[in-house]
């Protein structure tokens, strides 16, 4: 597995091991953080309300091990899809939760295309302009891919919201911070965080609080809402292309969806 790496100059270094040093020192003050946070998001939001509708696209990193096109014969290790379960309970929550949620649409980038994934995504962004992108790290192989698709989302509008979260990034996300143009990572849950922050007023105010991380705010508390929240509606609110299971046979995808079905999950709040 790929080892995350920070950038090999000196200060970038430095910022890792001062996040490491500091994010320990703050142990023992998050013995508690799971009891103290687990409580419906509408009980924790102190946000001034946002003054106009914001729009969020999340991002599924690509996870493949090599570029199976080309050197599928020499490969020792098969990379699968899979339903994107994280991203999904995420959106359909802002569908119910979010009060100033205008859009959002995910986007996979381990379906199968004939275009690049920078390519896929400055489509996305050009199509659809979002205040929010949020990019779901599972592995650390998808890694690289996260800092070259930070630049397309930069090079598209610098204002935009960029955050990204995911087990991966839960758990490595001082050598994110350090090597990464991201304003914020979420540290665990991220339901009750991206509502806050599509709710907010001022967002950079939002990622300030937990349960994000920052360069300046080195640890945080996870923030939960009840499970029946969050496990709502995304089986059938969302369309799911056939091709998001793991190699289904041609009779399966037939009749999982029709010829007509997208290779992008997409939904719009309505």
């Known amino acids: 597995m790929s080892r995350i790496e920070a950038s090999s100059s000196d200060n970038s270094y430095e910022q890792v091991q001062t996040l490491r040093k500091r994010g320990r020192q703050s142990s ?3 013995g508690d953080a799971v009891s103290q946070s687990f409580a419906p998001a509408s009980s924790q939001s102190t946000n ?18 090599g570029a199976p096109q080309l050197d599928a014969s020499k490969k020792t290790h098969r990379t699968y899809l899979a339903f994107p379960y994280g991203v999904l309970t995420i959106a359909s929550y802002l569908k119910r939760f979010a009060a100033t949620l ?31 992108v949020g990019f779901s790290m599972s592995y650390d192989v998808s890694y690289p891919w996260l800092k070259a698709l930070i630049a397309v989302v930069r090079d598209h509008n610098a204002e935009t919201c960029v955050v990204a979260g995911g087990p991966a990034v839960t758990t490595a996300y001082a050598e994110i ?5 991201l304003d914020a990572c979420c540290y665990s849950e991220g339901e009750v965080a991206l509502k806050e922050l599509v709710e907010a007023e001022d967002m950079q105010a939002a990622v300030a609080r937990d349960p994000w991380v920052k360069k300046d705010k080195h640890s945080a508390k996870p923030v939960y809402d009840d499970l029946d929240r969050i496990v ?3 089986p059938t609110n ?21 010829a007509s079905a997208q290779n992008e999950y997409s939904s719009s709040s309505s």
Not at 49 to 65: E, G, H, M, Y
Not at 104 to 127: G, K, Y
């Open 232 to 234: 709502h509606d995304w």
């Open 28 to 30: 023992a003050v998050q």
């Open 48 to 65: 001034a309300p946002a003054s106009t509708a914001r729009s969020v696209l999340l991002i599924v990193l690509p996870s493949n091990l």
């Open 102 to 132: 205008g859009q959002v649409e995910i986007l996979d980038l381990n379906l199968p295309s004939d275009d690049p994934p920078e390519a896929r995504l400055a489509r996305e962004l050009a199509a659809m302009t979002p205040d929010i």
């Open 177 to 181: 911070l350090a090597d990464c143009d």
């Open 238 to 258: 969302f369309r799911l292309s056939a091709a998001a299971t793991m190699r289904p046979t041609p009779a399966a995808a037939a009749r999982a969806q029709p």
